[in-house]
Protein backbone atom coordinates (compact mmCIF):
# COMPACT_ATOMS: atom_id res chain seq x y z
CA UNK A 1 0.00 0.00 0.00
CA UNK A 2 1.52 3.38 -0.78
CA UNK A 3 1.78 5.89 1.83
CA UNK A 4 2.46 9.59 1.34
CA UNK A 5 4.19 10.94 4.55
CA UNK A 6 4.39 14.86 4.68
CA UNK A 7 6.23 17.33 7.20
CA UNK A 8 6.88 20.76 7.10
CA UNK A 9 4.07 22.64 8.04
CA UNK A 10 3.72 25.47 10.52
CA UNK A 11 2.98 28.83 11.86
CA UNK A 12 4.88 31.85 10.11
CA UNK A 13 4.58 35.38 9.91
CA UNK A 14 3.49 36.95 6.61
CA UNK A 15 6.99 37.00 4.15
CA UNK A 16 8.54 34.05 5.98
CA UNK A 17 8.92 30.94 4.20
CA UNK A 18 8.26 26.98 4.86
CA UNK A 19 9.87 23.81 3.25
CA UNK A 20 7.69 21.05 2.80
CA UNK A 21 8.18 17.61 2.04
CA UNK A 22 6.13 14.51 1.35
CA UNK A 23 7.89 10.84 0.98
CA UNK A 24 6.38 8.33 -1.47
CA UNK A 25 6.64 5.03 -0.11
CA UNK A 26 5.06 1.40 -0.68
CA UNK A 27 5.40 0.93 -4.63
CA UNK A 28 8.12 -1.02 -6.75
CA UNK A 29 6.63 1.85 -9.39
CA UNK A 30 7.82 5.94 -9.12
CA UNK A 31 5.21 8.34 -9.00
CA UNK A 32 4.75 9.58 -12.56
CA UNK A 33 2.94 12.98 -11.32
CA UNK A 34 3.45 14.04 -7.91
CA UNK A 35 1.91 17.82 -6.30
CA UNK A 36 0.49 19.46 -3.53
CA UNK A 37 -3.02 20.69 -3.01
CA UNK A 38 -4.69 23.01 -0.58
CA UNK A 39 -7.96 23.51 1.24
CA UNK A 40 -8.39 26.25 2.87
CA UNK A 41 -11.56 26.31 5.62
CA UNK A 42 -14.71 27.30 3.45
CA UNK A 43 -12.46 26.29 0.48
CA UNK A 44 -12.30 23.88 -2.05
CA UNK A 45 -8.95 21.89 -2.65
CA UNK A 46 -6.84 23.32 -5.43
CA UNK A 47 -3.87 22.57 -6.89
CA UNK A 48 -0.81 24.69 -5.87
CA UNK A 49 1.69 22.79 -8.05
CA UNK A 50 2.69 20.04 -9.53
CA UNK A 51 5.65 17.69 -11.19
CA UNK A 52 6.15 15.00 -13.74
CA UNK A 53 8.96 12.98 -13.39
CA UNK A 54 10.65 14.50 -16.27
CA UNK A 55 10.72 17.85 -14.14
CA UNK A 56 7.31 19.72 -15.80
CA UNK A 57 5.99 22.23 -13.57
CA UNK A 58 2.86 23.84 -13.08
CA UNK A 59 1.73 26.22 -10.70
CA UNK A 60 -1.11 27.83 -9.64
CA UNK A 61 -1.07 31.57 -10.61
CA UNK A 62 -1.40 33.09 -7.11
CA UNK A 63 1.54 30.80 -6.01
CA UNK A 64 4.18 31.76 -9.49
CA UNK A 65 7.25 33.79 -8.31
CA UNK A 66 7.00 32.66 -4.51
CA UNK A 67 6.75 28.91 -4.64
CA UNK A 68 8.75 26.08 -6.20
CA UNK A 69 8.34 22.29 -6.58
CA UNK A 70 11.01 19.86 -6.76
CA UNK A 71 11.84 16.25 -6.46
CA UNK A 72 13.83 13.80 -5.60
CA UNK A 73 13.67 10.69 -8.25
CA UNK A 74 15.71 8.59 -6.41
CA UNK A 75 14.13 9.03 -3.32
CA UNK A 76 10.22 8.96 -4.55
CA UNK A 77 10.09 12.71 -2.64
CA UNK A 78 8.83 16.39 -3.28
CA UNK A 79 9.49 19.54 -2.34
CA UNK A 80 7.54 22.57 -2.05
CA UNK A 81 9.69 25.48 -1.16
CA UNK A 82 7.27 28.45 -0.19
CA UNK A 83 8.68 32.09 0.37
CA UNK A 84 7.02 35.49 0.33
CA UNK A 85 4.28 33.66 2.39
CA UNK A 86 0.71 35.44 2.41
CA UNK A 87 -2.01 35.11 4.98
CA UNK A 88 -4.46 33.67 2.59
CA UNK A 89 -1.62 31.13 2.05
CA UNK A 90 -3.02 29.66 5.02
CA UNK A 91 -4.11 25.95 4.46
CA UNK A 92 -3.73 22.52 4.93
CA UNK A 93 -1.20 21.05 2.41
CA UNK A 94 -2.16 17.80 1.06
CA UNK A 95 0.84 15.96 -0.73
CA UNK A 96 -0.70 14.02 -4.18
CA UNK A 97 1.08 11.08 -6.10
CA UNK A 98 -0.37 9.86 -9.77
CA UNK A 99 1.48 6.53 -10.92
CA UNK A 100 0.64 5.29 -14.31
CA UNK A 101 0.07 1.69 -12.78
CA UNK A 102 -3.55 1.32 -12.94
CA UNK A 103 -4.06 4.96 -12.80
CA UNK A 104 -3.82 5.17 -9.16
CA UNK A 105 -4.03 8.67 -7.18
CA UNK A 106 -2.59 8.79 -3.65
CA UNK A 107 -2.79 11.18 -0.94
CA UNK A 108 -0.88 12.72 2.36
CA UNK A 109 -2.75 13.44 5.75
CA UNK A 110 -2.16 16.96 5.38
CA UNK A 111 -0.48 19.58 7.20
CA UNK A 112 -1.29 22.77 8.55
CA UNK A 113 0.69 25.65 6.94
CA UNK A 114 -0.65 29.20 8.88
CA UNK A 115 0.25 32.38 8.25
CA UNK A 116 -0.56 35.39 10.52
CA UNK A 117 1.63 37.72 12.50
Known amino acids: QVQLVESGGGLVQPGGSLRLSCAASGSIFSPNVMGWYRQAPGKQRELVASITSGGITNYEDSVKGRFTISRDNAKDTVYLQMNSLKPEDTAVYYC???????????WGQGTQVTVSS
Open 96 to 106: NAHYNYRNNVY
